[in-house]
C-alpha cells in the first residue's frame, strides 16, 4: 500500500488551494481559544494511539500464533477497526470538518479539509480489506503476514492521519474558536453522531 503521498495532501492543500491558513485569518480576526479548545479532542486520539499500538502488538504475535489464537487475533484487530475507529472517522467527516470547512473557506470549490477526507476513504478501504481477510477463513503463513503487514501499514497511517488533523484542522480551531463554541458546535454534535466519545473527556 503506498501510502506516504497521501500523508503530503493536507500540506498541499493548504499551500496551494486557496485555503487562507488559519494564522493569517487569525491574525486579522483575532485569536480565540488557543489550544486549549481543542485539548480535550487531542486526548480522545491519544486514547486511539494507545489502542492503534494494541492492534500492532497483535498485529506482530500472528508470527508465532497457532491457527486458532491467530483467528482470535484477527478479530480483536478488525472490530477495533470497524467498531472504534471507524465510527470516530464517520462522526469525523460529519461533524469536525463540516466545521472547520465552514471556519475556514477555500477557493475553486474545495474544502479545507478535502486532503483529510480522502485520507479517509483509504483508511476505510484496507479496513475493509482487514476484515474479507478475516472472514476468508485463511490462516496459512503467507496469509497470516499478510495480515500483519497490512495491519501494521493501517496503525502507521491511521497515525500519520492523526498528526495531520491535529496540525491542520485542530489548529484551524485553535486559532479561530473560543473552547465554548467548539463545545457547542464541534464536540456536542460528535458526542452523538459517534455514540460518546469523546465528550467523556470534558472539555470535550
Given at each position: 500500500?503506498?501510502?506516504?503521498?497521501?500523508?503530503?495532501?493536507?500540506?498541499?492543500?493548504?499551500?496551494?488551494?486557496?485555503?487562507?491558513?488559519?494564522?493569517?485569518?487569525?491574525?486579522?480576526?483575532?485569536?480565540?481559544?488557543?489550544?486549549?479548545?481543542?485539548?480535550?479532542?487531542?486526548a480522545h486520539h491519544a486514547e486511539i494511539r494507545t489502542a492503534l499500538d494494541e492492534a500492532?502488538?497483535?498485529?506482530?504475535?500472528?508470527?508465532?500464533?497457532?491457527?486458532?489464537?491467530?483467528?482470535?487475533?484477527?478479530?480483536?484487530?478488525?472490530?477495533?477497526?470497524?467498531?472504534?475507529?471507524?465510527?470516530?472517522?464517520?462522526?469525523?467527516?460529519?461533524?469536525?470538518?463540516?466545521?472547520?470547512?465552514?471556519?475556514?473557506?477555500?477557493?475553486?470549490?474545495?474544502?479545507?479539509?478535502?486532503?483529510?477526507?480522502?485520507?479517509?476513504?483509504?483508511?476505510?478501504?484496507?479496513?475493509?480489506?482487514?476484515?474479507?481477510?478475516?472472514?476468508?477463513?485463511?490462516?496459512?503463513?503467507?496469509?497470516?503476514?499478510?495480515?500483519?503487514?497490512?495491519?501494521?501499514?493501517?496503525?502507521g497511517l491511521v497515525k500519520a492521519h492523526f498528526g495531520a488533523e491535529e496540525d491542520v484542522?485542530?489548529?484551524?480551531?485553535?486559532?479561530l474558536m473560543s473552547p465554548e463554541d467548539f463545545q457547542r458546535e464541534v464536540v456536542e454534535?460528535?458526542?452523538?453522531?459517534?455514540?460518546?466519545?469523546?465528550?467523556?473527556?470534558?472539555?470535550?
Open positions: 500500500m503506498r501510502i506516504p503521498t497521501a500523508f503530503m495532501l493536507a500540506a498541499l492543500l493548504v499551500a496551494c488551494g486557496g485555503a487562507p491558513s488559519p494564522a493569517r485569518h487569525a491574525h486579522a480576526h483575532g485569536a480565540h481559544g488557543g489550544s486549549e479548545t481543542t485539548a480535550a479532542f487531542r500492532a502488538s497483535r498485529a506482530m504475535a500472528l508470527s508465532s500464533a497457532s491457527p486458532e489464537q491467530a483467528g482470535e487475533l484477527m478479530h480483536g484487530i478488525v472490530h477495533f477497526f470497524v467498531h472504534e475507529l471507524m465510527p470516530h472517522a464517520e462522526a469525523e467527516e460529519r461533524v469536525l470538518y463540516s466545521a472547520a470547512d465552514r471556519l475556514v473557506p477555500t477557493a475553486h470549490g474545495r474544502r479545507y479539509t478535502d486532503a483529510l477526507r480522502y485520507e479517509h476513504t483509504v483508511v476505510a478501504r484496507e479496513v475493509r480489506a482487514l476484515h474479507e481477510a478475516m472472514e476468508s477463513g485463511e490462516r496459512s503463513p503467507e496469509a497470516l503476514a499478510d495480515f500483519q503487514r497490512r495491519t501494521l501499514e493501517l496503525v484542522v485542530l489548529a484551524a480551531f485553535d486559532e454534535p460528535m458526542h452523538g453522531a459517534e455514540g460518546g466519545a469523546p465528550e467523556h473527556h470534558h472539555a470535550h
